[in-house]
T-cell receptor, first 110, second 113 residues
Framework: ELKVEQNPLFLSMQEGKNYTIYCNYSTTSDRLYWYRQDPGKSLESLFVLLSNGAVKQEGRLMASLDTKARLSTLHITAAVHDLSATYFCAVDRGTYKYIFGTGTRLKVLA | EAGVVQSPRYKIIEKKQPVAFWCNPISGHNTLYWYLQNLGQGPELLIRYENEEAVDDSQLPKDRFSAERLKGVDSTLKIQPAELGDSAVYLC???????????FGPGTRLTVL
């Protein structure tokens, strides 16, 4: 059974600081997705990672995938308040079934 | 391009009552998903449709939950009767054949009293 774990679960950081969210998964997969969810809202797609070594960047966020280590990271550079949200990774087993991580609730303090 | 549409956005019912949620996927997306999201957790798949066929309903509690996707476009998820533990957000998502990426609707927040 595929398990997806994120850490940390909660992250409180100062504006301007850097930090990394980790997503570990238990079985082989080469497709991983990152989503953002604001309180009371739906999931917004951030990154689609489809191969080992894939790296995508958008603004202050950068995501990478290491399929051999079964690890994806979401790196935040110089955080701003607008990045406060919950971030989910989702692993696709190749059968169009996403298994979501537990989520990381990020709060950026001014 | 319009996104995934869901209604209602909020629903409050008493336990043992029936409830139904509606989803209209992105035009051209043949795959439709219903997810359950409990507070503070990630979404969990309930059922996946390829066109009008339910190809994965292993996580759907069939004693009280049912779903349909007539004509392979809109979909309805029903709960009858609702229980207190069904209080959650029900998300609909869709994807195309070409890309696996799933696009989510705004969700329906269900409260069972």
């Amino acid at each position: 059974e595929l398990k997806v774990e994120q850490n940390p679960l909660f992250l409180s950081m100062q504006e301007g600081k850097n930090y990394t969210i980790y997503c570990n998964y238990s079985t082989t997969s080469d497709r991983l997705y990152w989503y953002r969810q604001d309180p009371g809202k739906s999931l917004e797609s951030l990154f689609v990672l489809l191969s080992n070594g894939a790296v995508k960047q958008e603004g202050r966020l950068m995501a990478s995938l290491d399929t051999k280590a079964r690890l994806s990271t979401l790196h935040i550079t110089a955080a701003v308040h607008d990045l406060s949200a919950t971030y989910f990774c989702a692993v696709d087993r190749g059968t169009y079934k996403y298994i979501f991580g537990t989520g990381t609730r990020l709060k950026v303090l001014a | 391009e319009a996104g995934v549409v869901q209604s209602p956005r909020y629903k409050i019912i008493e336990k043992k009552q029936p409830v139904a949620f509606w989803c209209n996927p992105i035009s051209g997306h043949n795959t439709l998903y219903w997810y359950l999201q409990n507070l503070g957790q990630g979404p969990e798949l309930l059922i996946r449709y390829e066109n009008e066929e339910a190809v994965d309903d292993s996580q759907l509690p069939k004693d009280r939950f049912s779903a349909e996707r007539l004509k392979g476009v809109d979909s309805t998820l029903k709960i009858q009767p609702a229980e207190l533990g069904d209080s959650a957000v029900y998300l609909c998502a869709s994807s195309s054949r070409i890309h696996n990426e799933q696009f989510f609707g705004p969700g329906t927040r269900l409260t069972v009293l």
